[in-house]
């Protein structure tokens, strides 16, 4: 079987299929600037019993024995650079939010998550466990199926543009009168090809997951993908938040299981509006880092995005107020304290 890792590189965007995951993971496209890494496990050092695979713009991936080490760490990135201020906790924060909806989607689709818990990985990781408790996973390899399985249930970002265009959402016909921010009457699947790191997806049709994955594998990840999304939907409007459109990444364990790995269901993976500030018509108020773009975009950071030069790095206020957010998110959809 091949053992395609799961991706380490899942980046925060506006756009679920504007993320450069590649998988394995390694860092040599795209010009970056380097993040200050809050634990040694989270800038790719080495791990006593672990053998660093690659890192992308948020995770660094690591191999032990038959299994995988996924470390988020605090990273952020924006305009495809990964910045040099980090978001405190917010590797944390990802991984235990992806933990919380791995549990509650397990009756619909398996995942790849073997344990969280330092305390029960192997005993060659013990001397990193304090380093890797809370933004961690030790995970099943699993034969990676290199195509981002979107899911969107309201009109924005990319998909509005090209509405706005043709009246389409990647390739598919919409009704007329939908505006930015619309609920679709139906989600829809809109999938990308996986990108180089460094590099945005690109919007595939139905009939070209078909020619990559053939069409049994095709028909399972449309339906794996919505009914997912659709229960995920269902969660977040009862917890005060719109679940607009998401992705997700599967794997194939070696008797041909369809398996959810990588991230789930978080703000670098989806896109979130609160239910009580949702407003058809007008761009919508988020839980992600729109702070961090809407400042380095300012005339107050002096950097053109335009340009070839790195980002500036993040004032206090904007890293505060962005970690506030991811805090948010988290504390909303769980119901539980972030800690």
């Given at each position: ?15 679920p299929?504007?993320?450069a995951?590649?998988t ?16 040694p ?8 019993g ?8 948020i ?10 080490l ?20 917010k590797?944390r ?8 909806w791995?549990?509650?989607?397990a009756?619909l ?16 990781l ?10 961690s ?14 899911a969107?249930?309201?009109l ?25 921010g619309?609920r679709l ?9 996986k ?37 995920a ?12 459109d ?13 398996v959810?790995?990588d991230?789930?269901?978080t ?28 400042w ?9 995005p ?15 107020r ?5 805090v ?10 972030f800690?």
């Amino acid at each position: 079987m091949a053992t395609t890792p799961p991706s380490a590189a899942s980046e925060s965007a506006p756009d679920p299929t504007a993320k450069a995951t590649s998988t394995p993971a390694t860092s040599t496209a795209a010009p970056t600037t380097t993040a200050t890494s809050t634990t040694p496990a989270t800038d790719g050092a080495a791990i006593p019993g672990a053998v660093h695979l690659g890192s992308g713009k948020i995770r660094e991936l690591y191999a032990v024995g038959d299994h995988l080490l996924l470390v988020a760490s605090d990273r952020i990135s924006a305009f495809d650079y990964v910045l040099e201020t980090p978001i405190p906790d917010k590797g944390r924060i990802l991984t235990q939010l992806s933990l919380w909806w791995f549990e509650r989607l397990a009756d619909l689709v398996p995942n790849h998550v073997i344990s969280a818990d330092p305390e029960q990985y192997p005993a060659e990781l013990a001397g990193a466990a304090d380093a890797l408790r809370g933004r961690s996973m030790l995970c099943e390899r699993l034969d990676m199926l290199l195509i981002e399985c979107v899911a969107r249930g309201y009109l924005a970002g990319s998909g509005l543009a090209e509405y706005r265009v043709s009246g389409t959402v990647c390739g598919l016909p919409l009704p007329e009168g939908l505006v930015d921010g619309s609920r679709l009457e139906e989600p829809l699947f809109t999938p990308a090809a996986k990108a180089d790191l460094g590099e945005h997806d690109e919007n595939i049709s139905f009939a070209e997951v078909v020619e990559r994955t053939g069409a049994a594998i095709a028909e399972e990840l449309r339906r794996l993908t919505l009914t997912v999304y659709s229960a995920a939907r269902d969660i977040a409007l009862d917890r005060g938040i719109v679940l607009a459109d998401t992705k997700f990444e599967f794997g194939r364990r070696a008797d041909g299981t369809i398996v959810l790995a990588d991230e789930v269901l978080t703000p670098d993976s989806s896109r979130f509006w609160p239910i009580d500030q949702w407003q058809p018509g007008r761009s919508q108020p988020s839980f992600d880092k729109q702070f961090v773009r809407d400042w380095l975009t300012s005339p107050e950071s002096g950097w053109d995005p335009k340009s070839d030069q790195p980002p500036p790095p993040l004032p206090p206020e904007v890293v505060e107020r962005t970690r506030d957010r991811y805090v948010e998110a988290y504390e909303r959809l769980t119901g539980r304290r972030f800690q």
